[in-house]
């Protein structure tokens, strides 16, 4: 069987993109590749940080309309044949379109995977951690979720609690980064030991 081949489409910092791809190093080449990075923003950080890391980074942005956009995405997931894609702080929504066509390219499967700072169907959207604390919750958390066409939506596959105490906001923020960190490097884990299926690519 060949390594798993993932991509991970993200728009910021990331932060998540770089454990996925330290996580996906030392798990070894022969059980996970990272095909690409790839960015919607000019100048997003996530860009250089893959690339320090060994990994091509591509940015798709400024295109005129969201479907030629798509195809562009599409049209690289299908030359480095990836089985999954992986949002880490990717800002925007696939359409149904992108979605079917990513399936049939996994025998069906959903194979496109987010993670959200809340605890899922809380605080959807942007800006959800500082929303959590502003709102003076007990505790919020972080969610690892199937995607589907809508905001933060689709099957929830994990989440992890994070309580509030008397962090500040940086403090707290801190603590969901670590526990994204986690949470998503032990789904990759997951992939790489086979505990979570993977449909392969096939050209349909
Ligand atoms: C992360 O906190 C991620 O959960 C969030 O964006 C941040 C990206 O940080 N995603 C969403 O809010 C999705 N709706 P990073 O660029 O440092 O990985």
Known sequence: MRPARIAILASGTGSNAQALI???????ADKLEVGFVLSDKEEAPVLERARDLGVPAFLRAKFNDRR???DAILMLLKEHHIDWVLL???MRLLSP???KTLQSWHQSASQVVNIHPSLLPAYPGV?????????RVSESGVTLHLVDEGMDTGLVLRQQKISLGNETLPE?????HRVEHQIYGAFLT???????????????
């Open 22 to 28: 330290r996580k996906a190093q030392e798990l070894g």
């Open 68 to 70: 030629t956009h798509e």
């Open 88 to 90: 880490a702080g990717y």
């Open 97 to 99: 379109y992108f979605l």
């Open 127 to 135: 800006d959800s951690i500082a929303r959590a604390y502003t709102d």
């Open 172 to 176: 707290w923020s801190a603590k969901f």
């Open 190 to 204: 997951d992939i790489a030991e086979g505990h979570q299926k993977t449909c392969y690519f096939t050209e349909t």
